[in-house]
């Protein structure tokens, strides 16, 4: 049974740092695409960053750049999402999704695109 968990999230003050693991099982993370998402209380949700399948590419949404970093670590079977200078406006319960069908260099912050999810963790972040 394909399952992805996230883990890591919690309450922080504005300015620190948090890290977020997604871990899978029934299926290797490396075989796909791989995503965060956020949504926030009465908020859309929004695409926060991706990693492709093959050369770690990533992108990433501008309200997060030069603070949050994708990573892989295969023998885990796990994508981190670190998150530094955390602000306020990121509050938001965050998810990781698997896309296994985006060719390798490739992977996009649309959620339409991602065929399993996680159930998510909270990030509060404190002024």
């Known amino acids: 049974q394909v399952q992805l968990v996230e883990s890591g999230g919690g309450q922080v003050q504005s300015g620190g740092s948090l890290r977020l693991s997604c871990t899978a099982s029934?299926?290797?993370?490396?075989?796909?695409?791989i995503a965060w998402f956020r949504q926030a209380p009465g908020k859309e949700r929004e695409g926060v960053g991706c990693?492709?399948?093959?050369?770690?590419?990533?992108v990433y949404v501008d309200s997060v750049k030069g603070r949050f970093d994708i990573s892989r670590d295969s023998a885990k079977n796990t994508v981190y999402l670190q998150m530094n200078d955390l602000k306020p406006g990121d509050t938001a319960v965050y998810y990781c999704?698997?896309?296994?069908?985006?060719?390798?260099?490739?992977?996009?912050?649309?959620?339409?695109?991602?065929?399993?999810w996680g159930k998510g963790t909270q990030v509060t972040v404190s002024s």
């Open positions: 029934g299926f290797t993370l490396d075989s796909s695409a």
């Open positions: 990693v492709s399948r093959r050369a770690g590419f990533t």
């Open positions: 999704a698997a896309d296994i069908s985006t060719r390798p260099y490739e992977c996009y912050n649309r959620g339409d695109r991602y065929e399993h």
